[in-house]
């Protein structure tokens, strides 16, 4: 039997908590997480996981559906010259990307351990 329920990992990563302890303190910087959990020492930041990756990847296909597509519309409109909304829909983007950032990495590390649950050091000892 799995000692951290799918339920857990879901509660705690979409509250930014470590997925294994439950602590706060994952991220390092707003983009970046800690190597190891500072709390359980549970190793966060994977070589080969590509977190990073797919966090970016998220953010791309949120900007296009939150931001590119309504400015386009906007200026199929006519609300606004085509120049200008190319620049509303780069400064967008980008802010939209930035700002939503570490929650997306919450959510790509969140299905990882969800599907991978038995992974967590706290499912895998057997004590
Ligand atoms: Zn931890």
């Known amino acids: 039997m799995m000692k951290v329920e799918r339920g857990e990992i879901f509660s705690r990563e979409l509250t930014g908590r470590c997925p294994n302890c439950g602590q706060l303190g994952m991220f390092k910087n707003w983009l970046r997480l800690h190597k190891l959990c500072p709390n359980c020492g549970m190793v966060l930041e994977k070589e080969e996981s590509g977190f990073y990756v797919d966090t970016t990847s998220i953010g791309y296909v949120l900007s296009i559906i939150l931001v ?8 199929l409109m006519d609300m606004f010259r085509i120049w200008v909304g190319v620049g509303i829909g780069i400064v967008e983007s980008i802010l939209l990307c930035s700002l939503l950032y570490p929650l997306m990495l919450c959510w790509v590390t969140m299905l990882y351990y969800l599907v991978q649950a038995e992974e967590l050091p706290n499912n ?4």
Do not use: K
Request: hydrophobic content about 50%; proline content about 8%.
């Open 124 to 127: 895998s000892t057997n004590q």
């Open 68 to 75: 590119i597509i309504p400015v386009c519309i906007l200026v």
